[in-house]
Nanobody, 137 residues
Framework: QVQLVESGGGLVQPGGSLRLSCAAS????????INWFRQAPGKEREGVSC????????LYADSVKGRFTVSSDNLENTAYLQMDNLKPEDTAVYYC??????????????????????????????WGQGAQVTVSL
């Protein structure tokens, strides 16, 4: 069973950068799509990035496109969300979520353009604990 541990959140000034890490254990990253979500105070959860099932490339929310980049290190079994040129409206709790690639075969995997919230989340096997990102002067 996969478990995810997030790190790297914090307080940053507008225009600054942060990198979130999402360390997976129990399952190799090769077998997982790591998607990212965020939830701002008083707002619903929204999709930040998801991995396309057909070619494995990432999709990004319009609000973060060109500023956020996802990557992964299979040797470290860790996925990353690099956030540059941060804005106050990026303030939120960020979550990584692991979706086994087998959910593509059974038709439950979700990754739309732009990325949506996770819906019922039936295709997600594990969530990170969340990382607070605060962008403020």
């Amino acid at each position: 069973q996969v478990q995810l541990v997030e790190s790297g959140g914090g307080l940053v000034q507008p225009g600054g950068s942060l990198r979130l890490s999402c360390a997976a254990s129990g399952v190799k990253l090769d077998y997982l799509a790591i998607n990212w979500f965020r939830q701002a105070p008083g707002k619903e959860r929204e999709g930040v990035s998801c991995i396309r099932a057909d070619d494995g490339t990432p999709l990004y929310a319009d609000s973060v496109k060109g500023r956020f980049t996802v990557s992964s290190d299979n040797l470290e079994n860790t996925a990353y969300l690099q956030m540059d040129n941060l804005k106050p409206e990026d303030t939120a709790v960020y979550y990584c979520a692991a979706a086994p690639w087998r959910t593509v075969a059974i038709g439950t995997y979700q990754c739309t353009d732009p990325p949506g919230a996770s819906g019922t989340g039936a295709y997600i096997e594990a969530w990170g604990q969340g990382a607070q990102v605060t962008v403020s002067l």
